[in-house]
């Protein structure tokens, strides 16, 4: 990524009496930046704008100052606060982006820019990926911004596209670190779940075993006794058998008389069964469905033909890669 940062010198709003002393510590202030001092630029211009609060000049150049200071940090084993010098930068380009010096606003819009690209890099998709993708996607709409007014910005067309290239990256090769702390997490999770159930389960099992021998001795009694009626009702059987001989034989014929007229009645009802069956209806469901998906043919023919009528869109559709 090229970051392009120009150092702006200019003292168009700075008053007579004081202009020969701020031009001295902006050369001086530039020239520490140059030399890859950031933090005693930073300390230069922060000076200065005690004495000019509002002058776009030094709200550029101090973003420059503090968009090298992240770019160190970056570098450095530690690389702490660098998103946070990002941020500090872009902030600062944003305030310059209002100069009336139209030199000054396109160095400034294009200096944000990357810093906001910068600020996404920075970011660790394996904390937080939809956070990185939102950060890449102000980036890539930064540039977009800048090309739509400045098509042959070739500078911003070179980062345009290599911030697309990462995101593209990213998206395809998703951070596995993220994937197995996720997979981790949800391993622990189930693991607590069935300790918990089993814990559960353990307390059930005491409660419920008291109750289960009192189940156990009432059905064995409620057996003893249902044995015992079935030999008392048994006995009471035979004995009615002994007594009534002649109404056992009445009983057979009537219930034999009795079966032969359910047999005789059994077709007419099965006749009136199928006079009703729903297979009756059959044909006509069938027929619906054959009518609709005759109707959903039918426009579905009109509407490629439709389309085949249409003139055809010759514009080719443009894509990032």
Not at 79 to 101: I, L, N, Q, W, Y
Request: charged content about 30%; overall charge negative.
């Amino acid at each position: 990524m090229r970051s392009f940062l120009a150092i702006t010198i200019a003292v168009a709003f700075v008053q007579y009496g004081h202009a020969e002393s701020f031009v001295d510590k902006l050369n001086q202030a530039n020239a520490k930046l140059r030399n890859g001092e950031s933090q005693a630029a930073l300390d230069i211009y922060r000076e200065l704008q005690v004495e000019n609060p509002e002058s776009d000049v030094l709200y550029h150049n101090l973003g420059c100052a503090q968009y090298s200071k992240g770019e160190e940090d970056s570098k450095s084993a530690v690389k702490t606060g660098k998103a946070e010098s990002f941020s500090e930068a872009k902030a600062s380009f944003e305030r310059a982006m209002s100069s009336d010096d139209p030199a000054l606003r396109k160095s400034a819009t294009f200096n944000r820019a990357n810093a906001v690209a910068q600020q996404a890099m920075a970011m660790d998709p394996a904390k937080d990926q939809k956070a990185v993708v939102a950060a890449f996607e102000d980036s890539i709409k930064s540039y977009e911004e800048i090309l739509s007014n400045d098509p042959e910005n070739k500078d911003a067309q070179t980062n345009l596209d290599h911030m697309r290239y990462l995101l593209k990256k990213m998206l395809q090769n998703p951070p596995e670190q993220n994937q197995q702390q996720q997979g981790k997490d949800d391993q622990g999770k189930e693991g607590d779940k069935q300790d918990q159930q089993q814990n559960q389960q353990g307390g059930d099992q005491q409660e419920q075993q008291p109750e289960q021998n009192d189940n156990q001795e009432q059905s064995k009694q409620d057996s003893e006794q249902k044995k015992e009626r079935n030999q008392a009702q048994k006995q009471d059987e035979q004995q009615d058998q002994a007594q009534n001989p002649e109404q056992n034989e009445q009983q057979s014929p009537q219930q034999n008389e009795n079966e032969q007229q359910n047999a005789a009645a059994q077709p007419d009802q099965n006749q009136d069964t199928n006079s009703n069956s729903p297979q009756n209806a059959k044909p006509t469901d069938m027929q619906a469905v054959e009518a609709l998906l005759q109707s959903l043919d039918d426009q579905d023919q009109r509407e490629q033909f439709e389309m085949r009528r249409a003139p055809r869109d010759t514009r080719l559709r443009g894509d990032w890669w």
